[in-house]
């Protein structure tokens, strides 16, 4: 079955760096887009990045030149590098396998999905 398990997350004080990484096992990772999905803490969900099968990325306008997003379809990882954090970053950061280009590229309607999602790693950016 599909599986997406989320890390690097974690505490940083602002304008500090994270990189999180989503390994995925269960079907074919080369063949679908990925997307990065947050939710902060009282608020809904919110597409972050996302990234074609093919390696072009997509990002969500507050992140644009902060966040990069790439994946190794031979290690079967996808990755999000964040670079000059902001408070407001701070959210559960969730891994997704996209079934549509849509989801992919923030032009769907998100909620959760267990089998499509993994289970969040959490970033908090505070001093």
């Known amino acids: 079955q599909v599986q997406l398990v989320e890390s690097g997350g974690g505490l940083v004080q602002p304008g500090g760096s994270l990189r999180l990484s989503c390994e995925a096992s269960?079907?074919?990772?080369?063949?679908?887009?990925m997307y990065w999905v947050r939710q902060a803490p009282g608020k809904g969900l919110e597409w972050v990045s996302g990234?074609?099968?093919?390696?072009?990325?997509y990002y969500e306008v507050s992140v644009k030149d902060r966040f990069t997003i790439s994946r190794d379809n031979a290690k079967n990882i996808v990755y999000l590098q964040m670079n000059n954090l902001k408070p407001e970053d701070t959210a559960l950061y969730y891994c997704?396998?996209?079934?549509?280009?849509?989801?992919?590229?923030?032009?769907?309607?998100?909620?959760?999905?267990?089998?499509?999602w993994g289970r969040g790693t959490q970033v908090t950016v505070s001093s």
């Open positions: 997704a396998r996209a079934l549509t280009a849509a989801q992919a590229t923030g032009h769907a309607t998100y909620s959760r999905d267990d089998t499509n």
């Open positions: 269960g079907f074919t990772f080369a063949s679908y887009w």
């Open positions: 990234i074609s099968a093919d390696m072009s990325p």
